[in-house]
């Protein structure tokens, strides 16, 4: 049963004031730096991506400097990371566009974004809102299931509950939204036992299966 507009206007209420300034656990300094970042975080954990940009940007964080590595030892510096080779790949193909097609700068629109090798719409929107501060709502695993679970914005798929989300999340949210409900998801919605006595938003929430105390 979907959420009623107060409870979704006091749901945000609440993760705002639990955090007022959300952002992305993932470190960097410049749109490119968190281009590659989301890039390299699929599938992986940002603490785990964290870990190898640390070693990476001080030697390589521009699009020219990294086409230089070259995607052998590129792959030196995010062998740690899953599926690697692919992601080192696409990272030099990407470098390769940016270089030749956008004067090095990362692109600020959907369109150019998800025309690059391994950003998809998930990627280009965190990039958008993250780097740019577009109010867009990239939906992951954590949003997808927070915003099922809760009531929220049920759906199908990512793009489905996406599209719920950019109807139902209030205008004065929708900037941080996407973090909030990752957050939430990431440290609280936990996907295998939820943290419901601990949760915040539990009274709202129409989760059936809520977890007891203790």
């Not at 004067?103 to 998930?122: C, D, I, M, N, Y």
Request: hydrophobic share 40%; aromatic share 6%.
């Amino acid at each position: 049963m979907p959420m009623k507009r107060a409870d979704v206007v006091e749901l945000f209420a609440r993760l705002r004031e639990l955090d007022p300034h959300p952002t992305t656990e993932l470190d960097y300094s410049t749109p490119f730096e968190l281009l590659v970042a989301v890039v390299l975080s699929a599938q992986a954990t940002d603490v785990g991506v964290n870990k190898a940009t640390k070693k990476l940007y001080p030697v390589a964080n521009t699009p020219q400097a990294i086409l230089e590595l070259g995607e052998e030892k590129l792959k030196k510096y995010i062998s740690t990371i899953g599926l690697f080779n692919a992601k080192a790949k696409n990272v030099i193909a990407l470098c390769g566009i940016l270089v030749e097609q956008h004067g090095s700068e990362v692109p600020r629109t959907r369109e150019a974004l998800e025309a690059l090798p391994g950003v998809g719409r998930k990627t280009a929107n965190v990039v958008l809102n993250t780097a740019f501060g577009e109010p867009t709502i990239a939906v992951d695993t954590h949003i997808f299931r927070v915003a099922n679970r809760t009531g929220l914005a049920p759906g199908k798929d990512v793009r489905a509950v996406e599209d719920k989300l950019e109807k139902v999340v209030p205008d004065e949210f929708k900037l941080d939204a996407h973090h909030w409900l990752i957050l939430h998801g990431r440290y609280v919605c936990k996907a295998r036992r939820p943290d419901c006595p601990n949760c915040v938003i539990r009274d709202l929430c129409r989760y059936k299966d809520k977890t007891p105390a203790g």
